[in-house]
């Protein structure tokens, strides 16, 4: 099925271990996103990437890095993992007809 | 920053009506969608309007946009107990990422 695959689905890690997530959409999109769910707060945009080659700062992206490795995939780095940032994190592409998610990573920082 | 208001919680029987409600602060925000998260899962794309519309209906769910007053509602016919999950209004102006509420959880019972 086409759409938006993201791995690992869970993961837990030990404060300052380092990990990457990943993420590939088949839909051509050229804009890529990282938002990060927490409850009782919606989901707040980490990083994006208006199309391959560029990325920019959304509203959260203290403690993380990305890179659009193609047009296809888009990675988030936490290189020194922090309890603050146990989360669910989706990864999101778009076209002017909108958003399509990822099913989400569950990450848990102890 | 723009932002996007909601309920957090809404409790209905089934067979009723239920309606989610936002409000929105950006004047500029020319798409609105309405995405449903099932527990552990991702957002699902339920429906959207756009801003030069007032309503748009599709099957049991009806969108009423009231733009002079950055009003949106999600009119849900008939709930079922399958429609229990978490709704998320969010927005954008088309030149800037989408914006999300904090989502309202829907439950609906028996």
């Known amino acids: 099925n086409a759409g938006v695959t993201q791995t690992p689905k869970f993961q837990v890690l030990k404060t300052g271990q380092s990990m990457t997530l990943q993420c590939a959409q088949d839909m051509n999109h050229n804009s890529m996103y990282w938002y990060r769910q927490d409850p009782g707060m919606g989901l707040r945009l980490i990083y994006y990437?208006?199309?391959?080659?560029?990325?920019d700062k959304g509203e959260v992206p203290n403690g993380y890095n990305v890179s659009r490795l193609n047009k296809r995939e888009f990675s988030l780095r936490l290189e020194s993992a922090a309890p603050s940032q146990t989360s669910v994190y989706f990864c999101?592409?778009?076209?002017?007809?909108?958003?399509?998610f990822g099913s989400g990573t569950r990450l848990t920082v102890v | 920053g723009e932002d996007v208001e909601q309920s957090l919680f809404l409790s209905v029987r089934e067979g009723d009506s239920s309606v989610i409600n936002c409000t929105y602060t950006d004047s500029s925000s020319t798409y609105l969608y309405w995405y449903k998260q099932e527990p552990g899962a991702g957002l699902q794309l339920l429906t959207y309007?756009?801003?030069?519309?007032d309503m748009k209906q599709d099957q049991r769910l009806t969108v009423l946009l009231n733009k002079k007053d950055k009003h949106l509602s999600l009119r849900i016919a008939d709930t079922q107990t399958g429609d229990s999950a978490i709704y998320f209004c969010?927005?954008?102006?088309?030149?800037?990422?989408?914006?999300f509420g904090k989502g309202t959880m829907l439950l609906v019972s028996p």
């Open positions: 969010a927005e954008t102006s088309g030149y800037s990422t989408l914006t």
């Open positions: 999101a592409s778009s076209d002017a007809y909108g958003y399509t």
């Open positions: 990437s208006a199309s391959e080659g560029t990325t």
């Open positions: 309007i756009f801003s030069n519309m």
